[in-house]
């Protein structure tokens, strides 16, 4: 049972981290249509700006601050400069943007950090807790409480603002929001800000547990992609749920049959999935009239 207990707090843990990636890939999908693979970099941005600051000798918060403000910074230029000017361009071409831009930022970090792997302390001590026989990381608990406030953050956003009703209604249809007075250019850029923030925010929470460095985004957001279809790309509930099942199929595969395959096991159950079901898991078929 302990065994057991130990595979489920660490598939949850990590599984909330490729939520958060899923996540950002839902926001930029439903406000824009495109599909991010630059996504798993801002991740990789949250957890390193925020290793360098504090060994800067910046406090936490202000080093948590500045690696938000830097992926939100990088979302916008990446949506100004690549996504923007090529807004007419077909999915496919906007879908290599994205990933050109992915090669484009691993580089500048590189250049700009280092390519060794980094972690710092995590928030609540190194002594982990006993659950059930499990030892389990503060870390992973603030990782858990964290995802769970950013949903609920995304939720009021989404259910309760005007913002959030613009966002809806550039995803339902962006002709008619723009005739309603909607700044659909604004709205996108917002999207792509948040999805960042949203991405910093879990390479910040991730990096004591799982080490970071300039190469860390290229998996995650393969990751994230994966779990935004499993559980329906455009659906926020679905991503959420998507992360967490790719996080349990991961631990479990990696404890029960071998840690070399742990990638391969979860892709290949959500290849089967998705050839049932392509939609995802809460994803509704498209219907097309003509």
Request: hydrophobic content about 60%; proline content about 3%; aromatic content about 10%.
């Amino acid at each position: 049972m302990a065994e057991f207990l130990q595979f489920l707090f660490s598939g949850l843990t990590i599984g909330a981290i490729y939520a958060l990636v899923a996540l950002g890939f839902t926001l930029i999908y439903n406000a824009s249509d495109v599909i991010n693979f630059a996504q798993g970099e801002f991740v990789m941005i949250g957890g390193m700006v925020t290793f360098f600051a504090l060994a800067a000798g910046v406090p936490l918060p202000l080093a948590m601050l500045l690696a938000v403000t830097t992926a939100v910074l990088v979302g916008l230029c990446l949506y100004g400069f690549a996504i923007q000017p090529a807004r007419d361009a077909t999915a496919v071409t906007l879908i290599i943007i994205t990933i050109g831009a992915s090669i484009f930022l691993r580089g500048v970090a590189a250049i700009i950090f280092d390519k060794n792997f980094h972690s710092y302390p995590g928030f609540a001590g190194a002594n982990p807790l006993q659950i059930g026989g499990a030892s389990v990381l503060p870390q992973s608990i603030i990782v858990l409480i964290g995802v769970g406030a950013i949903v609920l953050a995304l939720w009021f956003l989404m259910s309760k603002t005007l913002v959030g009703k613009a966002i809806i209604a550039t995803a339902a249809n962006k002709s008619a929001a723009q005739l309603v007075g909607v700044n659909t250019d604004w709205i996108i850029a917002l999207s792509f800000a948040a999805s960042a923030a949203i991405g910093a925010i879990g390479g910040i929470l991730v990096t004591p547990i799982t080490l970071t460095n300039y190469d860390v985004g290229t998996l995650l957001a393969l990751k994230g992609f994966a779990a935004a279809m499993l559980g329906g790309m455009g659906n926020p509930v679905g991503a959420v749920a998507g992360g967490l099942i790719v996080g349990l199929l991961e631990s479990f595969g990696a404890g029960y049959l071998s840690s070399a395959y742990k990638d391969a096991i979860a892709f290949v159950v959500i290849l089967a999935v998705l050839f049932v079901m392509p939609q995802g898991l809460f994803g509704r078929a498209s219907v097309e009239r003509v």
